[in-house]
């Protein structure tokens, strides 16, 4: 079962290249620390979901590289064919002379409509090489102009073409003090479309990757390039084959599909966060050891304090006791406890059947409405994952973004309370009607994810 | 009449044995042991099937009476449900290449009270699970059609088939594996023998009847004249009635109550041979069941369908495009159902937010 990747602008086309080197640096690694069969299994299950195999040739990356400007894909291709192990398809690309100059109105209303058989082409041509399709995986920033316009309209004619596609948009969340001055605008505009036409909008923030960079990385001068590898280490614990059920005795092949079934059924509910330890410099892997017992540990608190990563966690927040029969709100949970409504764990390495999830399960950290056996699932592989001899994942579905969401929404209001840059807009044919659309559909979902 | 009694009386739980054996083999595929709660389970699937004789169900629960009842649930399941034909059907060596076609069925939807302490959000959770499921399904259906289609084009011109021109999935695999012909083999040669068998018993079957009859006939008259279970007898075999008139011709019941009753029954019978034919001549040109997916070149995605039953001799065809237009048209009908369904909702929400103060209505 395969997946198609559609890049998109210049983040999603550099983030998109960093996924697809870290997935192949993995599979060829040699710190798989399994059986050979087991690695053998991995090693099919992943070329299957991302790559087509050629003849003679080394993989090619089932994606499609779309941007304005041909400078950032040239550079992706090339620095794909160089590594040797895997590159793209040559043809698999859609470029322009110049860019949308960070118009989110330009990408939507003008250069997707008049792109889209193209572009589309494309897609369907990467689609029909599948022999099974498990859904689509566009990458994209929310605030730029190519990206988050286009992305937002090729994403509403991907859902048209394939009505019963699975649809997982990863979107980068900009800088809170970023150099776009109408990036809130953007993000509003992406954010409302995306939900209408997406099945699952997954969030990396920049500001939070950079921290990672920072802290636990240790890096000086933290270069996008940088901030895009631990993005796509932390993509590629997600997407890496694993067994989706407890003894099971395939690598699942519909990982969209399972991920959505979990996560996201409920049309008003899909903002998924990302949480990945441990992170560290590659250099100081050798001298960790990891033990179960405390990774699910750390992580259980990170997404209960909203922590970002495994260093200055809020240990003093917990969940609220259960004094009230289920189906009451809970009246006294503490103002920064992060409610979920469902959560994935992935589990890669060593000694993965033994580990005691229990405390994920505990019914306090969900929603009213929703079980722990509904609302909690574990994936595990014992093939370990890009050298880390332990690694936990969790995707959550909860009010990890509420606040980010709160102030970008807000941000935008006050800008489009006083008109400000709105002309930039309208001239593409983005009315204040639409304005006003996607703010009620984005309060919407606040509030949705408020009451939880 | 008494000697059957005695003669009967060690075999109900072999007559059990009987009935569960076969709805197993050819309604489930689960091997048990005997036990009281197959009792309940042979009443509940007897039921379930629209068997209404209440004796039946008056039996005790140890089994350790109640063959002449048995005998008759399972004559009756015999003919109503054609049970031989579906053990075959079931027991075909499979070719790999079937798919199945159904007619969607209208059910009206059951009312169901609010239960309010189901939240809203958690019914809303489970419907979009199940679309999300249904999907992945989709998903796997198109894959092996993919497939299959690569086959049938690999393979296309080597069959010894003229008619049909390409290997099914079944073929080709014994094509890449050849040291399995002896398990197909095998399979193959017991399908012959049940065929055989079956040829076997359709000559004698009459005689079975023939016997039923015999036994059954002296039972509470009312009871039996107003069952449907005998109205499903006479349907198929007239002679019953004839038959049950010899037997009881020597006692004195050419009453005015039994030519009632059997003219009341005799009417029926015609009614549903009625509308038997009528259905028949609905159905004549549409797919429903199993089906063999046959690829044709020259007309692009043609199927040809096996009918399931053996009796038939022709071959009938039925190409894809027209089940796909049939399936269209039905889609097409029910989407104007639920556009229809979902406006009276949004016209009902609208009145109930009129009502309300400061209320803002936002529809999806």
């Keep these: 079962m395969s997946i198609v990747t559609v890049q998109l602008g210049q983040c999603g086309n550099q983030i998109g290249r960093e996924v697809f080197n870290a997935i192949c640096s993995d599979v060829h690694g040699t710190h798989g620390l399994c059986s050979k069969k087991e690695n053998e299994s991995y090693r099919d299950a992943c070329k299957e979901r991302f790559f087509c195999e050629e003849e003679t040739e080394v993989p090619v990356a089932r ?234 540990k750390h992580l259980r608190q990170m997404l209960i304090a909203n922590a970002k990563m495994e260093e200055g966690i809020d240990w003093q927040v917990q969940p609220p006791s259960r004094l009230l029969p289920p189906l009451q709100p809970f009246p006294n949970r503490p103002l920064h406890f992060n409610t979920s409504i469902a959560n994935l764990v992935i589990l890669r390495g060593k000694d993965t059947h033994g580990v005691d999830l229990g405390s994920f399960q505990d019914p306090s950290l969900y929603t009213s409405w929703l079980n722990p056996r509904d609302a909690f699932n574990a994936w595990k592989t014992p093939r370990a994952f890009n050298k880390y001899e332990k690694s936990a994942s969790l995707v959550s579905n909860s009010q990890f973004l509420l606040k980010p969401l709160d102030n970008v929404v807000g941000k935008a209001w006050n800008m489009f309370a006083s008109k400000a840059y709105i002309h930039q807009y309208t001239k593409f044919g983005i009315e204040e009607e639409d304005f006003l659309d996607s703010f009620t559909a984005l309060e919407q979902v606040i509030s949705s994810y408020t009451i939880l | 009449m008494g000697q059957y009694k005695e003669v009967f009386h060690p075999l109900p739980p072999v007559l059990y044995q009987l009935l569960i054996k076969t709805i197993y083999s050819v309604l489930f595929s689960i091997i048990f042991f005997f036990s009281d709660n197959q009792i309940r389970f042979v009443k509940s699937v007897l039921w379930y099937h629209g068997y209404d004789r209440p004796e039946l169900y008056r039996l005790p629960s140890d089994g350790s009476a109640g063959s002449r009842e048995l005998l008759l649930a399972f004559s009756w399941l015999l003919h109503r449900l054609s049970l031989l034909e579906q053990l075959l059907a079931r027991n075909r060596v499979k070719t790999g290449d079937q798919t199945s076609v159904q007619k969607a069925i209208t059910e009206i939807a059951p009312e169901y009270g609010l239960e309010d302490r189901v939240d809203v959000r958690y019914l809303q959770w489970l419907n979009g699970r199940l679309r999300f499921q249904w999907r992945s399904l989709h998903a796997q259906h198109q894959e092996l059609c993919k497939l299959l289609h690569k086959i049938h084009v690999f393979t296309s011109g080597s069959h010894m088939d003229q008619i049909l021109g390409h290997f099914s999935v079944t073929e080709t695999d014994l094509v890449r594996q050849p040291e399995n012909y002896k398990q197909l083999l095998q399979l193959l040669e017991s399908e012959t023998m049940q065929l055989e068998a079956f040829l076997e018993w359709k000559q004698l079957e009459p005689v079975y009847w023939q016997w039923m009859v015999m036994n059954q006939t002296d039972f509470e008259r009312c009871s039996f004249l107003d069952s449907n279970i005998y109205h499903t007898l006479f349907f198929s075999f007239p002679f019953f009635l004839f038959s049950l008139q010899v037997k009881t011709g020597g006692e004195d019941l050419q009453t005015e109550e039994f030519s009632v009753a059997a003219r009341k029954i005799q009417e029926s019978v015609e009614l549903k041979l009625l509308d038997l034919t009528y259905l028949c001549a609905e159905k004549k040109n549409k797919m429903h069941g199993s089906c063999r997916l046959v690829f044709r070149s020259k007309h692009p995605a043609s199927k040809t369908g096996f009918e399931r039953s053996i009796f038939k001799e022709h071959v009938s065809a039925v190409s894809a495009t027209e089940v796909i237009r049939e399936l269209q048209m039905r889609e097409a009908s029910l989407d104007r159902e639920l556009k229809q369904l979902r406006e009276e909702c949004r016209q009902r929400l609208d009145k109930i937010a009129e009502g309300l103060d400061g209320v803002i209505c936002i529809s999806p």
Excluded at chain 1, 177 to 200: K, M, P
Aim: charged share 15%; with cysteine.
């Design chain 1, 63 to 296: 994606a499609v590289l779309v941007d304005m400007e041909p400078k950032v894909i040239s550079q992706t291709l090339s620095m794909a064919a160089r590594s040797g192990y895997w590159k793209y398809d040559d043809r698999s690309r859609f470029c322009q002379k110049q860019g949308s100059g960070n118009n989110w109105a330009n990408g939507y209303s003008v250069h997707g409509p008049r792109h889209k058989e193209v572009i589309m082409n494309l897609v369907q041509k990467e689609a029909e090489k599948c022999d099974r399709l498990g859904g689509f995986f566009t990458i994209m920033s929310m605030a730029g102009g190519t990206g988050s316009g286009l992305g937002a309209f090729v994403t509403q004619c991907l859902r048209d073409a394939f009505p019963t596609s699975f649809i997982l948009n990863h979107v980068i969340w900009p800088y809170g003090t970023g150099e776009v001055i109408v990036q809130n605008y953007n993000s509003v505009l992406t954010l409302s479309h995306l939900y209408q036409s997406s099945d699952a909008i997954l969030v990396h923030e920049n500001d939070v990757i950079h921290k990672i960079c920072s802290q636990l990385m240790n890096i000086k001068q933290i270069s996008f390039r940088d901030v895009n590898q631990v993005i796509a280490h932390q993509l590629g614990s997600v997407f890496q084959p694993t067994y989706t059920a407890e003894g099971g005795l395939h690598y699942s092949r519909n990982p969209l599909g399972d991920l959505m079934e979990t996560l996201v059924p409920h049309p008003e509910f899909k903002m998924l966060g990302l949480r990945n330890i441990p992170q560290m410099p590659e250099n100081s892997l050798a001298y960790s050891t990891f033990s179960w017992p405390g990774l699910i």
